[in-house]
């Protein structure tokens, strides 16, 4: 379970975010929904520990990851969370298979590798290089370098946000399908999508939007 409490975040350019107090059910699939600048991604990056929060604190099963180093954090998030960027961060001169195994994490195998790139209809580019696929076959190859490890948490910013939306409904139905069981957190502005969510979260809500500080 996720519970981010009273947490606010500030930036360089005079401005700040304060989320209320928002619970993730572990095995649940949620969708951040909401305007650009109304803190989804932020809020993304905090639970991943890429960004620190000011005041406040995000709890996982129970521990509070705002306490740790950074060093604990990169850590905590290569062992449990399976991070899914808007732009892929895939390395075009690599092929797919190295791309997703370029942690050389010690549960990924071929097998496992093989099912999940079936799952998602690119088994035949295992050995193709990033930079000769398509926009939807690069997000597909994120989506399994991030679960091939096996991670308790899925964290998805913008999976659809460079694809059109035919391609982009197809890549969320396979995303959500392939994370059962798993705590899947997806941000997106496109409210289509989320008959394919158990919950939606509306980030205008929660926050209340960016203010001067």
């Known amino acids: 379970m996720i519970n981010v409490k009273n947490v606010s975040k500030h930036f360089k350019n005079e401005t700040a975010i304060d989320y209320n107090d928002i619970t993730f059910e572990d095995g649940k699939t949620y969708m951040l929904l909401g305007a ?39 850590l905590f998030r290569i062992k449990k969370i399976g991070y899914i960027f808007q732009d892929f961060k895939l390395i075009p001169e690599m092929t797919v298979a190295d791309n997703i195994n370029i942690l050389k994490l010690e549960n990924v195998d071929t097998s496992a590798m093989d099912e999940i790139l079936e799952k998602l209809g690119i088994l035949s580019k295992k050995n193709k290089k990033i930079k000769h696929l398509s926009g939807g076959e690069k997000q597909r190859v994120a989506i399994a370098r ?68």
């Open 36 to 74: 650009s600048g109304c803190g989804k991604s932020t809020l993304l990056n905090m639970i991943a520990g890429i960004l620190s929060p000011e005041s406040g604190s995000i709890e996982i099963n129970g521990e509070d990851i705002t306490k740790k180093s950074q060093k604990e954090k990169d």
């Open 146 to 213: 991030a679960i091939v490890k096996k991670p308790e948490i899925i964290l998805a910013d913008e999976p659809t946000g460079n694809l059109n939306f035919a391609i982009g409904e197809a890549v969320i139905k396979e995303l959500t399908e392939i994370s059962r069981g798993k705590t899947l957190i997806a941000v997106t502005h496109d409210e289509r999508l989320a008959k394919y969510f158990d919950y939606t979260i509306d980030m205008n809500e929660v926050t209340g939007g960016r203010r001067d500080v």
